[in-house]
């Protein structure tokens, strides 16, 4: 079965400071790994996926993410933290049956980023 | 990606009553979900909507709670019944567009508060 566990359900940091957030996976196969964001009182985008391509993969608002088999890890950064960057952040993992894909989402915890001036 | 749309965007609701969440994508999408966001929590899919046919739900979501109509590929309802407090909740639709079902994109929410 797959599953995302996020390490740390809170992190601060300054503005203009670096920005980690921590995601391991577990999965049978090569997993797909999504980031996604959520802003208070809004819907959730798609930060970055991971789908077998690059192990280094960029996403939007400067946020980069590197898959690493031998650590079963999909950690989240971004170099300087701007304060629009608070907000709610999940990593998700695509469930399989075998080793298709079912089309489902297996969510972490999430993980609550506070940016501090 | 995919322009999807909740009605309503919010509601109040009173104990024992029902309310119906519409979903509405911009295009023909194979796979549509209804997932759950309970306060402080995270995403819970509720139900695969599948178009023509019953939608599948996950353990712990039943048909009589939470009946999902697909009348077509680019519309769904989700019904939450019957509703109590615990049903406080965001309620967020997805689709997959594409065959290979690699990416969701995900609806504004339907926030609800059940008094």
């Known amino acids: 079965a797959q599953s995302v566990t996020q390490l740390d359900s809170h992190v601060s940091v300054s503005e203009g400071t670096p920005v980690l957030l921590r995601c391991n996976y577990s999965?049978?196969?090569?997993?797909?790994l999504f980031w996604y964001v959520q802003h208070p009182n809004k819907g959730l985008q798609l930060l970055l996926k991971?789908?077998?391509?690059?192990?280094l993969v960029k996403g939007i608002n400067g946020f980069e993410a590197e898959f690493k088999k031998s650590e079963t890890s999909f950690h989240l950064t971004k170099p300087s933290a701007h304060m629009s960057d608070a907000a709610e952040y999940f990593c998700v993992v695509s469930d399989r049956l075998g080793s298709s894909n079912t089309g489902k989402l297996i969510f972490g915890q999430g993980t609550t980023l506070q940016v501090k001036p | 990606s995919a322009v999807i749309s909740q009605k309503p965007s919010r509601d109040i609701c009173q104990r024992g009553t029902s309310l119906t969440i519409q979903c509405q994508v911009d295009s023909q999408v194979t796979m549509m979900f209804w997932y759950r966001q309970q306060p402080g929590q995270s995403l819970t899919l509720i139900a695969t909507a599948n178009q023509g046919s019953e939608a599948t739900y996950e353990s712990g979501f039943v048909i009589d709670k939470f009946p999902i109509s697909r009348p077509n590929l680019t519309f769904s309802t989700l019904t939450v019944s019957n509703m109590s407090p615990e049903d406080s909740s965001i309620y967020l639709c997805?689709?997959?567009?594409?065959?290979?079902?690699?990416?969701?994109?995900f609806g504004p929410g339907t926030r609800l508060l059940v008094l």
């Open positions: 991971y789908t077998s391509a690059a192990t």
């Open positions: 997805s689709v997959t567009p594409g065959a290979k079902k690699e990416t969701q994109y």
């Open positions: 999965s049978s196969y090569s997993p797909s």
